[in-house]
């Protein structure tokens, strides 16, 4: 979100701004906040290490392990990231804290933008690759496709970075929120101001639209696989990234299905709210912040932007490992096979187990593996 700072003052020595006047967060919700927050932090950040440890092990690379591997990158630095926005909400005075560094508050606000970005992006990738997979199993979508999608993405991300780089702009911490913005002076030039409208707009859209493709393809998924249950049928996809099919086990590949289908529905929930907020700011996109009477109710003003774009997110990333725990039997395994976590020395990588006469690899295409082998994993 990008702020037009026309309706705030300066506060903490002109190292933050406040436009709700008087101030009216509630110092308990915030130190219930930060707290969770930090144990969000605490929890998430060495699980989401072992779990990409555990997805970096493995030699058999395709689509899903790909896509679950950078997800899980971009949960590890999700809830390493709000160090700086704990600290603040755990003053009970909303301080700036870390966020008085100019620089770090800059590096926090362009870091956090893309972190919500990528992971959002991310979990559409999954869910609609396993959607396709699931309603049309004779035509999956290929590598090729997938790989110039995520291309797209990354240009339009560089291409909105480079372009902000271009204007003087500020990045300040904002009390209302607790967390660094970029902010634009009321006397911005016509085509600052053109381009800040679209990039506000371009930032909601870049949350909104692929949170409503995971609940379009939610729904296609779950009705797709309860017509396959109800016919005893579990639909058989070709082979992907080159990988030649062994004999196709129905059970598993539903397990697999349905363990992308929980992820993609724990995101969904977690980035709902966010995603709400970000149309009502499109709505509002034109007025200096917050521009609408809904906004700039205490509550929503002071409480609701801090819940649903860091605790929310953070709690969603400390949250997908335990899924993982639950669902691949490969990676339980190979966490109660570990003594600890994190390995202070040395590299444990999982060695691929046999089954018979047949090589099975701990982490596998979800789809693909032989039948006797009862520990592969999605």
Same mark, same amino acid.
């Given at each position: 979100?990008?702020?037009?700072?026309?309706?705030?003052?300066?506060?903490?020595?002109?190292?933050?701004?406040?436009?709700?006047?008087?101030?009216?967060?509630?110092?308990?919700?915030?130190?219930?906040?930060?707290?969770?927050?930090?144990?969000?932090?605490?929890?998430?950040?060495?699980?989401?290490?072992?779990?990409?440890?555990?997805?970096?092990?493995?030699?058999?690379?395709?689509?899903?392990?790909?896509?679950?591997?950078?997800?899980?990158?971009?949960?590890?630095?999700?809830?390493?990231?709000?160090?700086?926005?704990?600290?603040?909400?755990?003053?009970?005075?909303?301080?700036?804290?870390?966020?008085?560094?100019?620089?770090?508050?800059?590096?926090?606000?362009?870091?956090?933008?893309?972190?919500?970005?990528?992971?959002?992006?991310?979990?559409?990738?999954?869910?609609?690759?396993?959607?396709?997979?699931?309603?049309?199993?004779?035509?999956?979508?290929?590598?090729?496709?997938?790989?110039?999608?995520?291309?797209?993405?990354?240009?339009?991300?560089?291409?909105?970075?480079?372009?902000?780089?271009?204007?003087?702009?500020?990045?300040?911490?904002?009390?209302?929120?607790?967390?660094?913005?970029?902010? &634009? =002076? @009321?006397?911005? $030039?016509?085509?600052?101001?053109?381009?800040?409208?679209?990039?506000?707009?371009? #930032?909601? *859209?870049? +949350?909104?639209?692929?949170?409503?493709?995971?609940?379009?393809?939610?729904?296609?998924?779950?009705?797709?696989?309860?017509?396959?249950?109800?016919?005893?049928?579990?639909?058989?996809?070709?082979? &992907? =990234? @080159?990988?030649? $099919?062994?004999?196709?086990?129905?059970?598993?590949?539903?397990?697999?299905?349905? #363990?992308? *289908?929980? +992820?993609?529905?724990?995101?969904?929930?977690?980035?709902?709210?966010?995603?709400?907020?970000?149309?009502?700011?499109?709505?509002?996109?034109?007025?200096?912040?917050?521009?609408?009477?809904?906004?700039?109710?205490?509550?929503?003003?002071?409480?609701?932007?801090?819940?649903?774009?860091?605790?929310?997110?953070?709690?969603?990333?400390?949250?997908?490992?335990?899924?993982?725990?639950?669902?691949?039997?490969?990676?339980?395994?190979?966490?109660?096979?570990?003594?600890?976590?994190?390995?202070?020395?040395?590299?444990?990588?999982?060695?691929?187990?046999?089954?018979?006469?047949?090589?099975?690899?701990?982490?596998?295409?979800?789809?693909?593996?032989?039948?006797?082998?009862?520990?592969?994993?999605?």
């Amino acid at each position: 979100m990008v702020l037009k700072t026309t309706n705030f003052f300066h506060v903490a020595n002109g190292t933050a701004i406040q436009c709700g006047t008087p101030a009216k967060y509630s110092p308990i919700l915030d130190l219930c906040t930060g707290l969770l927050l930090g144990i969000g932090m605490l929890l998430g950040t060495p699980s989401n290490l072992s779990a990409l440890r555990y997805f970096l092990s493995s030699r058999y690379r395709t689509i899903p392990q790909k896509l679950y591997t950078l997800l899980t990158s971009i949960n590890v630095v999700t809830c390493f990231a709000h160090i700086p926005v704990t600290y603040s909400l755990l003053s009970t005075t909303r301080s700036p804290g870390l966020f008085s560094e100019a620089t770090l508050c800059a590096a926090w606000a362009i870091l956090n933008e893309l972190l919500q970005r990528a992971g959002v992006f991310v979990v559409m990738i999954m869910t609609v690759t396993r959607t396709v997979a699931i309603v049309r199993p004779l035509f999956p979508l290929g590598t090729r496709v997938v790989v110039k999608v995520c291309i797209g993405f990354a240009l339009l991300n560089v291409i909105t970075v480079a372009i902000n780089s271009c204007f003087s702009v500020r990045y300040v911490f904002v009390v209302d929120f607790c967390y660094c913005v970029r902010t &634009v =002076d @009321g006397s911005a $030039s016509l085509a600052q101001s053109w381009w800040t409208l679209v990039d506000n707009i371009i #930032t909601s *859209l870049s +949350i909104v639209l692929p949170i409503v493709t995971i609940f379009i393809s939610l729904l296609v998924s779950l009705l797709e696989l309860e017509k396959a249950r109800k016919r005893s049928v579990v639909p058989v996809p070709s082979p &992907v =990234d @080159g990988v030649k $099919s062994s004999k196709f086990n129905a059970p598993f590949h539903r397990s697999a299905s349905v #363990t992308i *289908l929980l +992820i993609s529905c724990l995101f969904f929930i977690c980035y709902l709210p966010l995603s709400v907020l970000r149309m009502v700011a499109i709505a509002m996109i034109t007025n200096p912040y917050p521009g609408t009477p809904i906004l700039s109710r205490s509550f929503i003003n002071w409480h609701s932007w801090t819940l649903c774009k860091v605790l929310f997110i953070t709690l969603n990333a400390a949250l997908n490992p335990l899924l993982y725990f639950t669902r691949m039997s490969g990676y339980a395994s190979w966490v109660r096979k570990s003594k600890f976590i994190l390995s202070a020395t040395g590299s444990r990588k999982m060695k691929p187990k046999r089954s018979g006469t047949d090589q099975v690899f701990i982490f596998r295409e979800p789809i693909y593996r032989t039948s006797n082998n009862k520990n592969a994993v999605d």
